[in-house]
């Protein structure tokens, strides 16, 4: 952790959260029956990976899991220069007819979640999309809601929410972070 | 991958970079799953124009680029050189303003002169793709074979790749070169002394005139099309001849790797430098190079319109 940064969740926070969004998952929908769950690049594609195996911990059954990078569905394509890198889209599944949890580690704008709603669609017709996500700090330009979350983080707009998972960084942390500090 | 695409146009391999060929290479590899799915298309394009000029015939690169061009949600215009005012002898310069004119934002250029989307480039904001210039370069063909490589091969360094056949009129072979000596590549031309350019071994080549020597140790075989429009020059005394001394069968690939994969990039001639049954046959990856050319043109599509915004912001 650099020195103008503040920790907000720990290794054991994060990992207590998941465990609770597992159970609140399979509360709602009454199990596994008809559940999958789809991350969004790259630090919702841990989380959900994480999700997975609460959940089947839990319950016996298999969630299958997908990846979607939601890039080519974000609305600022036109406005923006030059474009950001594509990641790889991966659903091994029809999401038609499914309860699809969407996972993604910090909801601001509600803009990815925008995008990733039309990128989801794009591939069926889904009985019901949730949103799971572990930090909500505020800020929305967009009516979206999440249906689960790990912990509200009220921010300003000057500051940073950063996620560290040990899949892709040294381990397990979120922080808060002045911009340009 | 940390580079980022700041090049407006795409006008050949020979001056992109090694991580830039890497970054178009990479991004083609996201776009291969959206023609899988059961809505074939991404909004990333969407309101953005594309012209395809296509001055020479083409089936195959304009399908694919013009299929490309819509699964990105853009909205195309075609024009062909034997329908348009081109042949009323408009020149270059004002068909270029005239397309400036359309508010076009990226155009896709095949032209039979070597240099014709470079200064095409020059007159346009629009981003300029080179689809194919006279017998300079064809830069989306060659990374779509050094794509179709690495999906196979799973890497492109170190691997022999041998050319065989028209190598002095290919601009195939020319993007590749440029390209695969780029990525680490050991590339292998083979012709009779006439088709090969003259000091081609200063592209950094092995050059010979022996098939079996091109088909010995190479991994990767791209066989290049006898350009029969082009033959109003007798470069070998009769077709037959040719096929005699060049041609791809299953006989010479004997001599070959067992993992050897015969690439070509269409339309072939079957009978002259490549039989029937190695089309067809289990080495052949020739449809496989279509598919993923599709991917690849989208790639390119979407890096190249990125790369415009920042200019219209300042104006």
């Known amino acids: 952790m650099e020195t103008n940064e503040k920790r907000v969740l720990d290794e054991q926070d994060i990992q207590r959260a998941l465990v609770r969004i597992a159970h609140e998952i399979l509360e709602r929908n009454h199990g596994t029956q008809d559940l999958v769950l789809i991350g969004i690049r790259t630090r919702g594609v841990y989380l959900a990976e994480r999700l997975k195996k609460q959940i089947e911990a839990i319950e016996k059954g298999n969630v299958p899991l997908g990846t979607l990078d939601i890039t080519l569905y974000r609305d600022d394509l036109g406005e923006i220069g030059p474009h950001p890198a594509v990641g790889q889209t991966d659903l091994p599944f029809n999401p038609s007819g499914k309860i699809v949890v969407l996972v993604d580690d910090v909801l601001y704008t509600g803009r990815t979640i925008r995008a990733a709603l039309d990128a989801v669609i794009d591939f069926g017709r889904p009985k019901a999309i949730q949103l799971a996500v572990l930090i909500d700090r505020g800020h929305r330009e967009l009516p979206v809601k999440a249906d689960y979350v790990g912990k509200n983080i009220p921010t300003s707009k000057a500051e940073e929410v950063i996620l560290r998972l040990c899949e892709g960084d040294a381990k397990d942390e979120a922080v808060v972070k002045r911009r340009n500090a | ?315």
């Open chain 2, 1 to 315: 991958m940390s580079i980022k695409w700041q090049r407006k146009d795409l006008l050949g391999l020979r001056d992109l970079s090694k991580e830039e060929i890497e970054l178009i290479l990479e991004t083609a590899k996201s776009f291969r799953e959206i023609s899988l799915r059961p809505v074939k298309k991404v909004p990333a394009l969407r309101g953005k124009t594309v012209a395809n000029l296509f001055f020479e015939p083409s089936t195959r690169t304009r399908i694919s680029f013009e299929l490309a061009e819509k699964r990105l949600s853009a909205d195309t215009i075609h024009i062909a050189a034997s329908t348009s005012s081109v042949v009323k002898g408009e020149s270059l310069k004002d068909t270029a303003h005239n397309i400036e004119a359309l508010k076009v934002d990226t155009v896709v250029m095949r032209h039979a002169s070597s240099g014709a989307p470079h200064r095409l480039a020059q007159h346009l904001k629009a981003s300029v793709i080179n689809a194919g210039d006279g017998i300079n370069e064809h830069p989306t063909q060659a990374l779509l074979d050094m794509f179709t490589i690495l999906e196979k091969k799973k890497k492109i360094e170190g691997l022999r790749v041998s050319f065989i056949g028209d190598i002095l009129h290919s601009r195939v072979a020319r993007s590749n070169i440029w390209g695969l000596t780029k990525l680490g590549a050991r590339v292998t031309v083979c012709a009779p002394k006439t088709l090969l350019p003259n000091q081609v071994e200063k592209l950094g080549v092995q050059v010979t005139t022996n098939l079996k020597d091109a088909v010995k140790d190479a991994d990767v075989i791209n066989l290049l099309r006898i350009q029969l429009e082009r033959q109003s020059q007798s470069f070998f005394p009769s077709i037959r001849e040719y096929a005699t001394a060049y041609q791809i069968d299953s006989k010479i690939l004997q001599n070959a790797k067992p993992e050897v994969m015969i690439m070509h990039p269409g339309p072939v001639n079957r009978g002259i430098e490549i039989t029937s049954d190695v089309v067809d046959g289990p080495y052949s990856v020739i449809l496989d190079q279509v598919t993923y050319g599709l991917a690849v043109r989208m790639a390119v599509l979407y890096l190249v319109s990125g790369s415009t915004h920042q200019e219209e912001a300042q104006t």
